[in-house]
């Protein structure tokens, strides 16, 4: 069974960094065509895409966040980690990490449930 | 502002058919076939129901299907039932911005 799990902090401050961990199992990310997203959604508000690496280490940021955003992955631990600097109150939200693959190039089929994420002093 | 417009809702009776659309430019949806379709109910995860404009994941009702016409995609569900009232997104791969990007997010009322 295919599944993602996402962990991190609940709470952060402002400016600080924020470390997601996405833990992947059913499959691994050094196979060939797997993808790993990281998709996050504002209280009420829509999706909003920001990264994905590939099993071949192509990595892809969103235009808007990518000086922010670094994302990177441990196929030892069979993990997708997201760093995201300088993290401001409209940051919050609930955090996803999504799986495709070459098959689906573009549409997300498995998802993890989410971390929630607040940024406040 | 999201990349790709979606109407805000839309709503229909029990048994009717409805369709969501979804506009973007010639920048995504006009020129490359990646649209995918996403449902979401409250406080859950969203799931994939249509990928590559017109496919259907295994498991996805056929009441659901996609379409696009120059740089606007859709979305329509027939036969409506109770259980499909949710959040609906749209999303594109883009060769503008970011590689993919999402709409606004339909909320589809079953009335």
């Known amino acids: 069974q295919v599944t993602l799990k996402e962990s991190g902090p609940a709470l952060v401050k402002p400016t600080q960094t924020l470390t997601l961990t996405c833990s992947l199992s059913?499959?691994?990310?050094?196979?060939?065509?797997?993808?790993v997203s990281w998709i996050r959604q504002p209280p009420g508000k829509a999706l909003e895409w920001l990264a994905r690496?590939?099993?071949?280490?192509?990595?892809f940021y969103s235009t808007s966040l990518e000086s922010r955003l670094t994302i990177s992955k441990d196929t030892s631990k069979n993990q997708v980690v997201l760093t995201m600097t300088n993290m401001d109150p409209v940051d919050t939200a609930t955090y996803y990490c999504?799986?495709?693959?070459?098959?689906?190039?573009?549409?997300?089929?498995?998802w993890g449930q989410g971390t929630t994420v607040t940024v406040s002093s | 502002q999201s990349a790709l417009t979606q109407p805000a809702s839309v709503s229909g009776s029990p048994g009717q058919s409805i369709t969501i659309s979804c506009t973007g430019t010639s920048s995504d949806v006009g020129n490359y076939n990646f649209v995918s379709w996403y449902q979401q109910h409250p406080g859950k995860v969203p799931k994939l129901m249509i990928f590559d404009v017109s496919h259907r994941p295994s498991g996805v009702s056929n009441r659901f299907s996609g379409s696009k016409s120059g740089t606007t995609a859709s979305l329509t569900i027939s036969g409506l039932q109770a259980e499909d009232e949710a959040h609906y997104y749209c999303s594109s791969y883009s060769s503008y911005n970011s590689p993919l990007v999402f709409g606004g997010g339909t909320k589809l009322t079953v009335l």
């Open positions: 690496i590939d099993w071949d280490d192509a990595k």
């Open positions: 059913g499959f691994s990310l050094s196979t060939n065509g797997m993808r």
């Open positions: 999504a799986r495709s693959t070459t098959a689906i190039m573009y549409g997300m089929e498995v």
